[in-house]
């Protein structure tokens, strides 16, 4: 199976949301979607979906064209589900009505739903009634909801919203094991470490297309990856070619750009020494195509003066169109959120 | 049918659903008792009135107009209607039925007396030669109700049926709780229950009732099913729980007692029963279409009210068509009143059943066509129908 999507085009009046936007994905994938609020995941679910008109474009799943026939939108509903909004759940229905609600739509085959409960640790609470679930419990329902489906193409916005670590851990297990199944997964999250732990592939949306996307098994060049302070970067001089400088002062190194170890060992000593912050080896995670992304690049240049002074990508403004204040807020939670990969070394 | 399962499901958790069929109920069963409660007009001061008719007339025709052989005629006609007046307000005051036990040769028949009284009447308007013809006819009840009285009493006489001067037996009660369902309070039911079923999906479930991969037409017919058999349950329960009520302390249950029951420019009577199922049976499709459109438009609107008062608008317009008589009799919404219609307010339409039949069916079919392009719209999250495009 496979999904692909074809020169697809939204606007809403005379705003473009996303233009010409063509992408392929094979089963046995989860794709990790990533963009600032605002710059049209959701938009793309409802598109595919068929949720919202489309402009332009088409929907093929399996080379088969759905268009924009009732039948054709029902045969696309049969294989394809939407993660549901965890507020708009039927409050008077027990958890576990609503699993079997869904298992009865899209997969009446499946008798048992307590293996989903199980799977997922829901016993203890899944029988009561909806309006008495955390914002957590309720997330959890929802993508229990999605596993009783059972369809081939799943979309799960914000999924790990609400769900504390366990879960996160929890969930994302589950994931990779129903992908196994032969699923198509396209996950969109702000958690973009944990988008490390289970995606195959990252897509990151900007100038309203698919502006950038790697696929982690190809993606194998390391990178020293630490934090510096702006007037502490003339200790690291000269840097190697394509060291990537990006906001909330995170330095990624490239390791092939040294010829030998002990020069290697040198520059995470010198890290270590310039900052508190861990330094790790591995290849660039989301979190830092996020940055290099929707951030930009701040220049490699030792910064005498006081203020940051990052060189700002062109398509930076139009993308995120952050203010100072809104990007100092995100400065300071992106350093807690920027979890090293497991499969980093860290020092 | 999985699907259905769980529309059952939501429709009978919500509040409003099980708030609107519980009052349904309570106001369904316990009709028949606050209708007993009525004062009703005494049947024997009516009859005593209606005798001063023909002295009166008598008086006014001249002793000439009365020496002929026609008017020696009306004049004992005129008296024996008289005669007859004075004793059915006699037997009717006494509640026994038709007659009056051992004053059986002083008192007559009821049924008998009451068709000689409006075979008369017929009589006294078929005289068209009769020099005082205006002043004969005058104070006379209409010909047509006569003619339908004459037909009433000639139905009674036929199936042997004993009058009944209780006028809150419980087949009065039974057939006046038909005569309301029939009306607009049953498209008050219907568009209040439909409302807001698709509506409040929208508003508060979107995410969950999206991409079902059922079509939207099938989910108003889904939905139709469920609302309309759930009404019919509560409102059938409640006829039923009504009429046991008002047969407590009843004599007789009168079903049986006729009622007029308009075909054409012809009355049939028929029973209160037989009346009872064919208006049930009218009700019933007309709910339905009315529902159907009612959950249609919660499609299109999530202001319930406004859905109302569409869906009481497309039933109210055969009043606008009442200032346009010439509209009057083509007019196939004029059949969605059914009382109305079955008592032929809208003259001269001369309903006939099959024509209320056809126009029901006129009527689903437009209103199949209207959300068959309906249902191709998508509704947004923001509340609005998009065109798909192509």
Redesign the interface.
Known sequence: MSLQVKDLTISYGSNVVLKDINFTIQDNTIIGLVAPNGTGKTTLFNAI???????KGQIIVDGKVYK?T?RD???L??L??????QA???E??TGV?HIQ?YR???N?EEKDVQKIIDRLNMDGYVRDKVKTYSLGMRQRLCFAMMIAANTKIMFMDEIMNGLDPVNVELVSRVLQEIKEEGKIIIVASHLLGNLDDYSDEIYFLNNKDVYFSYDRKTNTREFIKGYVSKDKLEALQPLPADTLYLETDRICIPLDGFEHDYDRFEVVELLRSLSDEEVSIGVLGTQEHYLRIYKGEQSLEPDTSDGEGGQTDEDDETVTGYTAEESGTRKSRRREETSVADSDTRF | MKLAKWDFLKIIRDSKSRVLLIGLFLFIGSFSYFYQQNEFLDLSDEYLSESHIYLDTFNALTDSSLATEQGQEIDRRLARNQTISGMLAFIIGQDEGNTVQDLESVVGDFVEQSMELNENVLFFYDQTDFPQYDALIRLMPPREVALEQYELYAYMAERGIQVDANQASPGMALYSLIQLLSGVFIIIIAAVIGADSFSRDQESNWSITQGLPVTWHRQWYTRTAIHWSLMWIVILVGIVTSFLISLIGADSTALNYPVPLYQGENVAYVSVLTYTVIVTILVMILSYLALRLAIGMSFIFRNIYLTIALVLMVFFIPYAFLIIPPMSDVNPLLYLQISPALEQWWYPLNTQLWQMLLSFAVLFIVIELVFLYVFTLIPTRMGKLERRRK
Do not use: C, G, Q
């Not at chain 1, 979906?49 to 402009?55: E, L, Q, S, T, V």
């Not at chain 1, 394809?80 to 909004?85: E, I």
């Open positions: 979906i068929r949720f919202i008109p489309i402009n924009n009732t939108v029902r045969a509903h049969k394809v589900t939407f993660f549901p909004d708009e759940l039927y008077d229905f009505e609600m009865d739509i899209w009446p």
